[in-house]
């Protein structure tokens, strides 16, 4: 969930030159190649051709990957584990390129992806939501989507880092990207704030230990994280993916989606994970919303041509930033030039109760234990069995846990309620009504195809109604990156997609992050040095 809703973020980073033994930056760059072929910021559709044309297997692509793991995981602390099957599944996957017709084969094929840890997957991989409390635990099955990617013939890499119970274990006192198993995830533009739970997925995608990952949102934990790491993210309508697998905090807004490096990529994941499951009943009606040929069909450089944006003027207040007032004004300036009609000076109804209200954290809380409860009550085997034992396992391993440093309110706030009373009852009418009367009629009323938003600053409004959003990046300020959010009704995507398309390929703004430097310290330890700066400085 988002930080700047529910985890408490700052707007304060830091930036931390490291020294760490390994490898020059120099020789890492060398080994990066196959046959010629670059390996860094390079798409599905370039691993594909290079499949292809027989410039690189999949072992190889796996064993890039894994030394990129080696050489930068312990500073940036954006992988979890590694799955022991990985080079195995890659050998199968090249087995199988040799046997099938050319073309035949999914998008998806052959490819590593990276699964946020609280994706479960009936393999050697734990799944814990970044807590010792479910180390060792054993699923049922492979969550709805891991099915859908095994079927493609992708390959599980490994898990990501993430914030500790998806950011919902304390209230602003742990740091975004921090787990005790994980430790603290660094964002590698900043070595600063990553944003969010999904933080994980988005540091292994932007320094390239990993093309294409898997995040999930509940308020904001894909756009933020995306953002802050300069990549593509797409939140779903909220049941177009599964959930059945899924370490939960609420049915009613969590939505898996994809984190990449571009919007093309992110095309290609989706329409590989969206779609009926049988374990996720919202997924039956959501299903009426998957387009027919995928995703990847609106990937049109022309796709901003006539599309209706909003711009909701509370969210382009840049105080006397100048730099921000100019860089979105070149944006909108360019949205015209691409086509698109802006309708300007809106306002989304109720806004200040949806930012500043309760009723969001009020059905998050029943809605968290209720769901938890179920999805641990559900494993195979597990030294937890219910929220209250996650809170005494933290209470009885409070070193581990970090439980004098970061706590646990979030936890014990929702261990007191009680199902749906009253109180519950009337925040989630409150819920539905700040979406009809507020985005809902935003849309219909000015027949808008998506609002366009500076950073992930909309993402509770997208969160309480299950509506989609995507961001690109479109900016940095002090080596911060920064984006830029498109949000539609529900079952948009396509509409979102082309959009998003249109104005990364108009821009590509999109710069990997600098190179680290790679030395040792006169004790041979990791030495940095920090330098506070504020986001908008």
Same mark, same amino acid.
């Given at each position: 969930?988002?930080?700047?809703?529910?985890?408490?973020?700052? %707007?304060?980073?830091?930036?931390?030159?490291?020294?760490?033994?390994?490898?020059?930056?120099?020789? %890492?760059?060398? =080994?990066?190649?196959?046959k010629g072929f670059s390996l860094e910021e390079a798409t599905v559709?370039?691993?594909?051709?290079?499949?292809?044309?027989?410039?690189?297997?999949?072992?190889?692509?796996?064993?890039?990957?894994?030394?990129?793991?080696? =050489?930068?995981?312990?500073?940036?602390?954006?992988?979890?584990?590694?799955?022991?099957?990985?080079?195995?599944?890659?050998?199968?996957?090249?087995?199988?390129?040799?046997?099938?017709?050319?073309?035949?084969?999914?998008?998806?094929?052959?490819?590593?992806?990276?699964?946020?840890?609280?994706?479960?997957?009936?393999?050697?991989?734990?799944?814990?939501?970044?807590?010792?409390?479910?180390? *060792?635990?054993?699923?049922?099955?492979?969550?709805?989507?891991?099915?859908?990617?095994?079927?493609?013939?992708?390959?599980?890499l490994r898990k990501a880092t993430l914030s500790e119970w998806s950011?919902?274990?304390?209230?602003?006192?742990?740091?975004?990207? &921090?787990?005790?198993?994980?430790?603290?995830?660094?964002?590698?533009?900043?070595?600063?704030?990553?944003?969010?739970?999904?933080?994980?997925?988005?540091?292994?995608?932007?320094?390239?230990?990993?093309?294409?990952?898997?995040?999930?949102?509940?308020?904001?934990?894909?756009?933020?994280?995306?953002?802050?790491?300069?990549?593509?993210?797409?939140?779903?309508?909220?049941?177009?993916?599964?959930?059945? *697998?899924?370490i939960p905090i609420s049915s009613r807004q969590d939505t898996v989606?994809?984190?990449?490096?571009?919007?093309?990529?992110?095309?290609?994941?989706?329409?590989?994970?969206?779609?009926?499951?049988?374990?996720?009943?919202?997924?039956?009606?959501?299903?009426?919303?998957?387009?027919?040929?995928?995703?990847?069909?609106?990937?049109?450089?022309?796709?901003?041509?006539?599309?209706?944006?909003?711009?909701?003027?509370?969210?382009?207040? !840049?105080?006397?930033?100048? !730099?921000?007032?100019?860089?979105?004004?070149?944006?909108?300036?360019?949205?015209?030039?691409?086509?698109?009609?802006?309708?300007?000076?809106?306002?989304?109804?109720?806004?200040?109760?949806?930012?500043?209200?309760?009723?969001?954290?009020?059905?998050?809380?029943?809605?968290?234990?209720?769901?938890?409860?179920?999805?641990?009550?559900?494993?195979?085997?597990?030294?937890?069995?219910?929220?209250?034992?996650?809170?005494?396992?933290?209470?009885?391993?409070?070193?581990?846990?970090?439980?004098?440093?970061? *706590?646990?309110?979030?936890?014990?706030?929702?261990? #007191?309620?009680?199902?749906?009373?009253?109180?519950?009852?009337?925040? %989630?009418?409150?819920? =539905?009504?700040?979406?009809?009367?507020?985005?809902?009629?935003?849309?219909?009323?000015?027949?808008?195809?998506?609002?366009?938003?500076?950073?992930?600053?909309?993402?509770?409004? %997208?969160?309480?109604?299950?509506?989609?959003?995507?961001?690109?990046?479109?900016?940095?300020?002090?080596?911060?990156?920064?984006?830029?959010?498109?949000?539609?009704?529900?079952?948009?995507?396509?509409?979102?997609?082309?959009?998003?398309?249109?104005?990364?390929?108009?821009?590509?703004?999109?710069?990997?992050?600098?190179?680290?430097?790679? #030395?040792?310290?006169?004790?041979?330890?990791?030495?940095?040095?920090?330098?506070?700066?504020? #986001? &908008?400085?």
């Open positions: 969930m988002a930080s700047t809703t529910l985890g408490g973020s700052s %707007l304060t980073f830091f930036r931390c030159y490291f020294l760490v033994i390994i490898v020059t930056f120099s020789s %890492l760059r060398s =080994t990066s190649s196959a559709h370039d691993l594909q051709l290079a499949f292809q044309r027989n410039q690189l297997t999949s072992r190889q692509l796996v064993e890039f990957y894994l030394k990129q793991i080696q =050489t930068q995981n312990q500073v940036l602390k954006g992988v979890l584990e590694v799955n022991p099957d990985a080079l195995a599944q890659a050998d199968r996957a090249d087995q199988e390129r040799k046997a099938k017709a050319p073309g035949s084969l999914s998008v998806l094929h052959g490819i590593p992806i990276l699964l946020k840890d609280i994706i479960a997957t009936k393999d050697k991989l734990n799944t814990t939501a970044g807590s010792y409390a479910l180390l *060792g635990s054993v699923v049922p099955r492979d969550a709805g989507v891991v099915t859908k990617l095994r079927k493609a013939g992708a390959i599980i950011n919902y274990r304390s209230n602003g006192s742990a740091p975004n990207g &921090w787990s005790a198993r994980g430790g603290q995830g660094k964002n590698p533009y900043t070595m600063g704030d990553p944003c969010a739970s999904s933080s994980g997925s988005a540091i292994s995608v932007t320094a390239n230990l990993v093309a294409v990952s898997l995040g999930s949102e509940t308020d904001g934990s894909i756009l933020c994280p995306s953002e802050y790491n300069s990549l593509m993210g797409i939140k779903p309508t909220v049941g177009l993916t599964s959930r059945a *697998g899924v989606g994809p984190i990449c490096r571009t919007v093309s990529d992110v095309a290609s994941v989706l329409e590989t994970i969206a779609g009926i499951d049988t374990n996720d009943q919202a997924t039956i009606e959501s299903s009426k919303y998957v387009p027919k040929g995928g995703y990847s069909q609106f990937l049109k450089e022309d796709g901003l041509r006539g599309k209706r944006l909003g711009i909701v003027r509370l969210f382009y207040n !840049f105080g006397n930033d100048t !730099f921000l007032h100019e860089t979105f004004k070149l944006h909108l300036k360019t949205l015209r030039k691409k086509g698109a009609v802006l309708v300007d000076n809106l306002e989304n109804n109720n806004i200040d109760e949806i930012l500043s209200g309760t009723s969001e954290s009020i059905a998050l809380e029943f809605e968290f234990k209720l769901y938890l409860n179920a999805y641990l009550k559900d494993l195979v085997s597990s030294p937890v069995r219910s929220l209250a034992d996650v809170i005494a396992f933290n209470k009885k391993h409070p070193k581990l846990e970090k439980l004098v440093e970061y *706590g646990q309110d979030l936890l014990l706030q929702a261990q #007191k309620t009680n199902g749906i009373g009253k109180t519950q009852s009337q925040a %989630l009418l409150n819920l =539905t009504r700040l979406s009809q009367n507020g985005f809902e009629k935003l849309m219909i009323r000015n027949k808008l195809d998506a609002v366009v938003i500076p950073f992930s600053s909309f993402s509770p409004v %997208l969160a309480i109604g299950g509506y989609p959003g995507v961001i690109v990046p479109s900016g940095y300020k002090e080596s911060m990156p920064f984006g830029i959010c498109f949000g539609g009704l529900k079952g948009s995507e396509p509409k979102l997609i082309e959009i998003a398309y249109s104005f990364e390929q108009a821009t590509k703004i999109r710069k990997p992050p600098p190179p680290p430097e790679l #030395k040792v310290s006169s004790t041979g330890e990791v030495v940095c040095s920090s330098q506070k700066y504020s #986001k &908008w400085d």
